[in-house]
């Protein structure tokens, strides 16, 4: 069962990565589309199909299932796991002020512009480095 869980959970962190890297892009795009025009709504159905049907429940599936699997391998006293752990929950905080955006723009109410969603659209990058490292090196 442990190795099919970690599969699983494996499949979800691709597939809530790939979600997580490519909304902020829509956004960088969105940004020159003028509220209420043809381009501007097609995004917000991109964005908002993206956000429900696959990067809210590929993070709903790495959650439940990376924590059975933290406690199965009981990796709970890990020192490795905390770092990992809170770089998850750094993680899961750029997927809310992602929410948070798609909200937004779906209201025609975005005041960003293209270099904050340029520059949000390295964090999940940097997380995800940070996590993978934490997981098959074990440095501590």
């Known amino acids: 069962m442990y190795e099919w869980a970690k599969a699983l959970h494996v499949i979800a962190v691709i597939a809530w990565m790939a979600g997580m890297l490519y909304l902020p892009r829509l956004f960088v795009y969105h940004v020159d589309a003028p509220p209420g025009s043809q381009q501007s709504e097609t995004f917000k159905i991109m964005e908002r199909r993206l956000l429900k049907a696959i990067i809210n429940p590929a993070m709903v599936v790495t959650w439940v299932v990376g924590l059975y699997l933290a406690w199965a391998g009981q ?37 960003r512009s293209t270099k904050y969603y340029r520059i949000i659209n390295e964090v999940p990058t940097v997380l995800m480095i940070g996590i993978v490292i934490l997981v098959i090196v074990k440095p501590f």
């Not at 750094?90 to 909200?103: C, D, E, F, K, Y």
């Open 75 to 111: 990796w709970f006293s890990a020192p490795w796991f905390h770092g990992k752990l809170a770089m998850v929950l750094a993680m899961s905080a750029v997927h809310g002020i992602l929410t948070a955006r798609v909200r937004e723009f779906a209201e025609d109410r975005n005041t």
